[in-house]
């Protein structure tokens, strides 16, 4: 997936800015708005989100690719925009246990070659109460859309690391996050989920 997403960076930008106007228009918007206190984004990529956070909340981002971290921290400088960047895995995020409020991600859990763990560490990092905030296009529940994205999956895999079949809301159910939001669109292609993690201190 490095090697993959240090490939595309230089491109990335203007790649993904088509599918935003016509899968995605208003959802990293969404996800971002709803951001609290202390956030990570995992797979940050080139920093598209950094505009989109409200003031006033402190924010981490990791990725994979050096490449795209340069892009996002000339992003961030350019908007002077406070952020930690750092390169990591959102498979093993380096960060203690409950030290987060929120976690977003934004089309990036169809890309983690293990998006189970992936959850399970963003579940370990919350604090009991945070949110976890996500955008990501999803198996479709119409049969023929379905139909297309299973022929379309072996190459979307092979040339982009990118799965178009996963449906990351059981992932979140099977940690024991509570969904509290969920919204479907586009033939069912596009989610838009918020998942809290229960808050230990009123069990």
């Not at 993959?4 to 959802?27: P, S």
């Not at 996800?31 to 598209?48: F, H, K, S």
Request: charged share 30%; aromatic share 6%.
């Amino acid at each position: 997936m490095r090697r993959i997403y240090d490939r595309q960076a230089g491109r990335y930008d203007r790649g993904i800015a088509f599918f935003e106007r016509v899968l995605f228009k208003g959802g990293r918007e969404w996800v971002c708005a709803q951001a609290r206190g202390d956030v990570l984004e995992i797979a940050v990529g080139t920093g598209r989100n950094l505009p989109l956070y409200p003031p006033g909340v402190r924010l981490t981002g990791i990725d994979i690719s050096p490449q795209m971290l340069a892009i996002a921290r000339a992003r961030a400088a350019e908007l002077g925009r406070p952020v930690e960047l750092a390169e990591g895995d959102a498979q093993a995020l380096d960060f203690a246990d409950r030290s987060f409020d929120t976690v977003v991600s934004t089309l990036s859990l169809c890309s983690i070659p293990g998006h189970g763990q992936a959850v399970a560490e963003i579940n370990r990092v919350l604090r009991p109460g945070g949110m976890f905030v996500a955008l990501e296009h999803v198996r479709s529940p119409a049969m023929l859309v379905r139909g297309g994205q299973r022929l379309l999956e072996p190459l979307a895999t092979r040339f982009g690391g990118d799965h178009l079949l996963r449906e990351p809301v059981h992932r979140l159910r099977t940690e024991g996050l509570e969904i509290e939001a969920l919204e479907r669109s586009k033939w069912g292609i596009v989610e838009r989920v918020r998942a809290r993690k229960p808050d230990q201190a009123r069990g």
